[in-house]
């Protein structure tokens, strides 16, 4: 049974790449990294009932497990080239496994990165990733690198994804639910930031915890503009200003980029984002200190609370 339903992942995922010696069925996978390449390497679980609501199409779940994880190494600006994916599932439900590898497939096909093994095991629903991407040597987008005058930049809009937790089940804001399950990984848009920007974090947990971190590893603080932060028309049409703006700020799982840079390369980030689909939005700058602050409407600042998601928090 177990090997049935790794012979229809295997299936249902083939990608045919050159760098792939020995790929699914044996005891470990063989693969040739180029000359001259970093290995950016990258691991994200999802569990039922924490990182998807229960009743999550398993199409939905594939895909989104493959994207957190290829968002991952668009925020190092590495190019996706291999994955491995680990099943524990309640049982061997076989429509579930071919939802969740045409999931996975459908993002995995256009970025063309090849399942190379993984691991099935019975439990309480989990799925685990692992993805393996290329970088020039020496240019990961590392968090550690952003410096006092630079601006602050955020890719697409925020807050979509955490106010389409909220709209699940009522029958409205389809858009918004879609942003949840089907996350779209900058992966252009990162590696088109590689040499310019100083410093990148994908929006997993929400912009002030993410651009919280970037801070802390740089050493720098940021001050932030709620009136600046992209929003979707999807958003605005249905949720009120002051909730658009907490969505923003704190909600997770978007997935976008927000990086750091020179002011002088601000205007061509912005037309190469814009030609890559999602656009970018300068939100604020870096400046000595510590922690995210925000902009009231008076224009004074005050540290922004973290809200963001923690997996441990009391
Ligand atoms: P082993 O006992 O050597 O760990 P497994 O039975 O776990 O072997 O796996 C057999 C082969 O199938 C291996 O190549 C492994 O990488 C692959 N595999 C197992 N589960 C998955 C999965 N969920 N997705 C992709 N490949 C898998
Ligand atoms: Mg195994």
Same mark, same amino acid.
């Given at each position: 049974?177990?090997?049935?339903?790794?012979?229809?992942?295997?299936?249902?995922?083939?990608?045919?790449?050159?760098?792939?010696?020995?790929?699914?069925?044996?005891?470990?996978?063989?693969?040739?990294?180029?000359?001259?390449?970093?290995?950016?390497?990258?691991?994200?679980?999802?569990?039922?009932?924490?990182?998807?609501?229960?009743?999550?199409?398993?199409?939905?779940?594939?895909?989104?497990?493959?994207?957190?994880? !290829?968002?991952?190494?668009?925020?190092?600006?590495?190019?996706?080239?291999?994955?491995?994916?680990?099943?524990?599932?309640?049982?061997?439900?076989?429509?579930?496994?071919?939802?969740?590898?045409?999931?996975?497939?459908?993002?995995?096909?256009?970025?063309?990165?090849?399942?190379?093994?993984?691991?099935?095991?019975?439990?309480?629903?989990?799925?685990?990733?692992?993805?393996?991407?290329?970088?020039?040597?020496?240019?990961?987008?590392?968090?550690?690198?952003?410096?006092?005058?630079?601006?602050?930049?955020?890719?697409?809009?925020?807050?979509?994804?955490?106010?389409?937790?909220?709209?699940?089940?009522?029958?409205?804001?389809?858009? !918004?639910?879609?942003?949840?399950?089907?996350?779209?990984?900058?992966?252009?848009?990162?590696?088109? !930031?590689?040499? +310019?920007?100083?410093?990148?974090?994908?929006?997993?947990?929400?912009?002030?915890?993410?651009?919280?971190?970037?801070?802390?590893?740089?050493?720098?603080?940021?001050?932030?503009?709620?009136?600046?932060?992209?929003?979707?028309?999807?958003?605005?049409?249905?949720?009120?200003?002051?909730?658009?703006?907490?969505?923003?700020?704190?909600?997770?799982?978007?997935?976008?980029?927000?990086?750091?840079?020179?002011?002088?390369? +601000?205007?061509?980030?912005?037309?190469?984002?814009?030609?890559?689909?999602?656009?970018?939005?300068?939100?604020?700058?870096?400046?000595?200190?510590?922690?995210?602050?925000?902009?009231?409407?008076?224009?004074?600042?005050?540290?922004?609370?973290?809200?963001?998601?923690?997996?441990?928090?009391?």
């Amino acid at each position: 049974m177990e090997f049935d339903l790794i012979e229809r992942v295997r299936d249902l995922t083939a990608q045919a790449r050159d760098d792939v010696l020995t790929g699914i069925g044996d005891d470990a996978a063989v693969l040739t990294v180029p000359a001259g390449r970093e290995l950016a390497v990258a691991m994200d679980t999802l569990v039922a009932g924490v990182h998807f609501p229960p009743g999550t199409r398993a199409f939905d779940i594939g895909w989104k497990a493959l994207a957190v994880n !290829l968002s991952d190494l668009a925020a190092m600006g590495a190019v996706p080239a291999w994955a491995l994916l680990s099943m524990t599932l309640p049982d061997a439900d076989c429509a579930f496994v071919e939802g969740l590898a045409e999931g996975f497939a459908a993002l995995a096909a256009p970025h063309r990165v090849a399942l190379v093994g993984g691991d099935t095991t019975r439990g309480p629903l989990s799925i685990t990733v692992a993805v393996h991407g290329f970088l020039p040597s020496g240019q990961g987008l590392l968090r550690s690198g952003a410096n006092v005058g630079d601006v602050v930049m955020v890719t697409g809009t925020l807050g979509d994804a955490a106010a389409g937790l909220r709209c699940i089940g009522t029958g409205r804001g389809d858009d !918004l639910v879609a942003r949840l399950d089907r996350p779209t990984p900058r992966v252009a848009a990162g590696g088109a !930031l590689r040499g +310019v920007a100083t410093a990148c974090i994908d929006v997993s947990d929400g912009l002030v915890a993410d651009l919280g971190h970037i801070c802390r590893a740089s050493g720098v603080a940021a001050e932030l503009d709620p009136a600046l932060l992209p929003r979707s028309e999807a958003l605005r049409a249905m949720f009120a200003d002051n909730d658009t703006t907490a969505f923003a700020l704190t909600g997770g799982d978007d997935y976008e980029l927000c990086f750091t840079l020179p002011s002088q390369h +601000v205007a061509d980030v912005s037309a190469e984002m814009a030609r890559l689909g999602c656009g970018a939005t300068r939100i604020g700058r870096i400046v000595a200190g510590q922690g995210v602050r925000l902009a009231d409407t008076a224009g004074q600042w005050h540290a922004a609370a973290v809200g963001g998601w923690d997996h441990f928090a009391p």
